[in-house]
T-cell receptor
């Protein structure tokens, strides 16, 4: 069974608009972490934001925020005020267990975001 | 810090040849991961190590694939013999300390012809 599901293969947004990229996850472990990475056309994987399963507040990092809805098992990425440089592939990932357990990140299939002027 | 360093960045080889990909994790990190990225299958976890010990190699596709981590600062992923379907981008990533996220290398683009 897929542990991370990203249902939007592609999303289109205009500059300065906000966009939400969807991610749902599946785990029975009460301790887990959720991550978003960005992969521009150059190919590198860039970490954006992290949310722990016990965190009470939604994570924010600059223009990125993670809309964490635990009961629905969703961890959507919200990018505010989109910029042309945001055009990239975005991956949602999950790690089961606590950070110290050293388990691996499992990735979704990704969503391609295209920002137009 | 130099980040995770992978070599080579690009590799073109003929079917049947042995291929060795190399990775130097970030100093002090105790977890190291190998991933493979293709259009069809996305980012797949191949194997990961904690404190130089392989923990889960269930993602290694076949016996043709092997990985080692002889010390905390070096890991290799070997494919022998290589096949055209092994063509992909191979990423190494490391994580350590209190940080939750993994840091990725630039990847090795492997083409098997």
């Amino acid at each position: 069974a897929q542990k991370i599901t990203q249902t939007q293969p592609g999303m289109f947004v205009q500059e300065k608009e906000a966009v939400t990229l969807d991610c749902t996850y599946d785990t029975s472990d009460p301790s887990y972490g959720l991550f978003w990475y960005k992969q521009p056309s150059s190919g590198e994987m860039i970490f954006l934001i992290y949310q722990g399963s016990y965190d009470q507040q939604n994570a924010t990092e600059g223009r990125y925020s993670l809309n964490f809805q635990k009961a629905r098992k969703s961890a959507n990425l919200v990018i505010s005020a989109s910029q042309l440089g945001d055009s990239a592939m975005y991956f949602c990932a999950m790690r089961e267990g606590r950070n110290q357990a050293g388990t691996a990140l499992i990735f979704g299939k990704g969503t391609t975001l295209s920002v137009s002027s | 810090d130099a980040g995770v360093i992978q070599s080579p960045r690009h590799e073109v080889t003929e079917m049947g040849q042995e291929v060795t990909l190399r990775c130097k994790p970030i100093s002090g990190h105790n977890s190291l991961f190998w991933y493979r990225q293709t259009m069809m299958r996305g980012l797949e976890l191949l194997i990961y190590f904690n404190n130089n010990v392989p923990i889960d190699d269930s993602g290694m596709p076949e016996d043709r694939f092997s990985a080692k981590m002889p010390n905390a600062s070096f890991s290799t992923l070997k494919i022998q013999p290589s096949e055209p379907r092994d063509s992909a981008v191979y990423f190494c990533a490391s994580r350590g300390g209190l940080r939750a996220e993994a840091f990725f290398g630039q990847g090795t683009r492997l083409t098997v012809v």
